[in-house]
């Protein structure tokens, strides 16, 4: 919330959330990243943040993680190779490559890659990833269970006749 506003005044706003906690039926607009009245999503954001510090932030592109390195418990780095699409190699020769973070390593790899990494690193159900060839790491059955997908999808019609919003 900005300086200088209020919470009340979003209450004609029919994205607040708290209209839904009400009941209150009504239109919702699609959630969208602007910037100044431009499309400003996380792409936008790390390479704001990569040209301020490129001694910071490296971007990888066509680069797949294999797995995230573990030492004593810890997350220390990742291991990456090639992607392979239909067939061909468009990331490199496929040999994996050690890059090892200075503080912390973040997945972000949304509700199904997130899980996979932590699988193809040790972490999980044990008897699952033995069944894989994996080693477990740490015993963490609920890794990977109960995955869901949540779609949505944007509706637009024509009215025959004009339609008041409110």
Do not use: C
Not at 70 to 86: K, L, M, S, T
Not at 98 to 114: D, H, K, N, S
Not at 136 to 164: C, F, I, K, S
């Amino acid at each position: 919330h900005r300086q200088g506003t209020s919470w009340e005044s979003t209450a004609i706003d029919p994205n607040d959330r708290r209209w839904w906690n009400r009941g209150i039926a009504g239109i919702r607009i699609a959630p969208l990243g602007t910037r100044r009245h431009v499309r400003h999503s996380a792409r936008e954001r790390l390479l704001e943040v990569q040209a301020r510090h490129p001694d910071r932030l490296a971007l990888r592109l066509h680069s797949k993680v294999r797995r995230v390195i573990i030492q004593d418990g810890r997350a220390i780095g990742v291991e990456i190779g090639g992607v392979e699409i239909a067939g061909v190699e468009i990331g490199g020769d496929g040999a994996p490559e050690i890059i090892l973070a200075r503080r912390e390593v973040i997945l972000a790899g949304g509700a199904f890659a997130t899980p996979q990494l932590l699988m193809l690193s040790g972490i999980g159900d044990p008897a699952h990833l033995a069944s894989h060839g994996i080693d477990a790491l740490h015993d963490l059955p609920g890794v990977g269970t109960n995955l869901q997908d949540r779609y949505e999808v944007g509706v637009v019609n024509r009215m025959q006749q004009p339609w008041g919003a409110m």
